[in-house]
C-alpha cells in the first residue's frame, strides 16, 4: 500500500464499494429497512433514502481503506491526517487517575480515534471481537500494537473484563463501541424503537469511577476527519445498582443516537436488532418462567398419579 498513491487506492476503494452494492442486496435491504423505521417520517423520499444508504456504504468502506491505510502511516502523518476537537475534557478526565471508557459507535471512521490518540501519546486500549484465524488476529494485533494501540480480546467475556479493569486501573483509555443493539441486557429508547442494549459500559463506569467521555471520528465536507472528545458523561445514581445500569445506558444511548441523527449517512444501519428481539435479561427470566411452570406442571401429573394410585389402592382394599 505505501507504493500506491492514495488517490487510486481511493478510487479502487469506492469501485469495489459499487460493485460489492450491487452484489450484497441483502445488507442494503436491511439498512434501508432499518432506516425508514427510525428516519422513515422524517426523510420520506424513497429517493433520499437510497442515496442516503448509498453514502452510509461508501463511507464504511472508506473507513475499511483508512484502518488498512493508518497502519503504513507515521506517527506525524497520523497527526496531521486527524484533527482533534476537545482534547482538554481527555486531558481533565485522565487527570483524575481512574481511567477513560470512551464511549462511541461504527460510526465514521470510528477506528482512527485509537490510531490518533496513541499517536498523541494517549495511553489507548480496544476491545475487539478478534477474527476465526488465530494468525490473521495476531497479525492485527501486532499492527494495532506498533501504533500504540493495545489491545484486549472481547472472548472469552471474563478475561475480557479482567483486561478492561487492569487498563482503567493502568488510567489508559478503552475505546467501547457500544451501537450493537440486538443481544443486550438492559431495553432502551433508540432512534424511535425499543431495542436491547449492552449493559457493559454503564457497569464498569459506576463499578469503577472511569470517566465516560463520548468520542466520535467523523468525515467533515472537505473530506478531512475530526476526532471530537465531548464533554463527561455523568453515570446516573440509584438506590439499586441495577437501577442505576438501566438509567445510565439509557443516558448512553441517547448520546449515540443524537451522534448517528447528526451523522445519518456515516453510521452502518445494521446495528438494529429485529422486531420483538428482548434483552438478555429478559430472555432469562421468561425461560425462568418456563422452567418454573414446567415443574409446577410436571409436580402436578405426579401428585394427580400418586391420588389415582391411592384411590386404586383402596378399591382394591374394599
Known amino acids: ?37 427510525a428516519l ?6 424513497p429517493n433520499e433514502r437510497k442515496a442516503l ?10 473507513g475499511v481503506l483508512d484502518t488498512t491505510a493508518v497502519m503504513h502511516f507515521s506517527r506525524e502523518n497520523i497527526l496531521a491526517t486527524v484533527a482533534v476537537e476537545g482534547q482538554k475534557n481527555l486531558e481533565r478526565a485522565l487527570g483524575k487517575g481512574r481511567g477513560v471508557l470512551a464511549l462511541s459507535a461504527h460510526l465514521g471512521s470510528f477506528t482512527m480515534i485509537g490510531a490518533r490518540l496513541a499517536a498523541g501519546g494517549f495511553p489507548f486500549s480496544v476491545v475487539v471481537k478478534q477474527p476465526g484465524d488465530r494468525r490473521f488476529a495476531r497479525l492485527i494485533d501486532d499492527y494495532r500494537a506498533q501504533l500504540g494501540i ?7 467475556r471474563r478475561e475480557a473484563v479482567r483486561g478492561i479493569l487492569k487498563a482503567l ?22 432512534l424511535g424503537g425499543r431495542y436491547p442494549a449492552p449493559r457493559g459500559p454503564a457497569t464498569l463506569a459506576l463499578r469503577t469511577g472511569a470517566v465516560t467521555l463520548p468520542m466520535f471520528a467523523t468525515r467533515r465536507a472537505d473530506d478531512s476527519l475530526l476526532l471530537t472528545i465531548g464533554n463527561a458523561i455523568e453515570p446516573v445514581e440509584r438506590p439499586e445498582l441495577e437501577d442505576s445500569v438501566t438509567a445510565t445506558t439509557a443516558v448512553y444511548t441517547s448520546c449515540l443516537e443524537a451522534a448517528i441523527r447528526r451523522y445519518p449517512d456515516q453510521w452502518n444501519w445494521l446495528g438494529l436488532a429485529r422486531d420483538g428481539r428482548v434483552s438478555r435479561a429478559e430472555m432469562a427470566r421468561r425461560k425462568v418462567a418456563r422452567h ?15 391420588s389415582s394410585e391411592s384411590t386404586a389402592d383402596s378399591n382394591k382394599e374394599i
Do not use: C
Request: net charge positive.
Open 292 to 306: 418454573g411452570a414446567s415443574k409446577r406442571g410436571r409436580g402436578s401429573v405426579r401428585q394427580g398419579k400418586i
Open 40 to 45: 422513515g417520517q422524517e426523510i420520506r423520499a
Open 53 to 62: 444508504v448509498w453514502r452510509a456504504w461508501k463511507n464504511f468502506a472508506r
Open 150 to 156: 493495545h489491545t484486549i480480546s472481547a472472548k472469552p
Open 169 to 190: 486501573r493502568e488510567n489508559r483509555i478503552v475505546l467501547v463501541i457500544a451501537d450493537e443493539f440486538k443481544s443486550g441486557d438492559v431495553m432502551v429508547d433508540f
Open 1 to 37: 500500500m505505501p507504493l500506491i498513491p492514495y488517490g487510486l487506492l481511493l478510487r479502487f476503494t469506492n469501485f469495489l464499494a459499487w460493485v460489492a452494492f450491487g452484489f450484497l442486496r441483502t445488507y442494503r435491504t436491511r439498512m434501508e429497512e432499518n432506516l425508514v423505521a
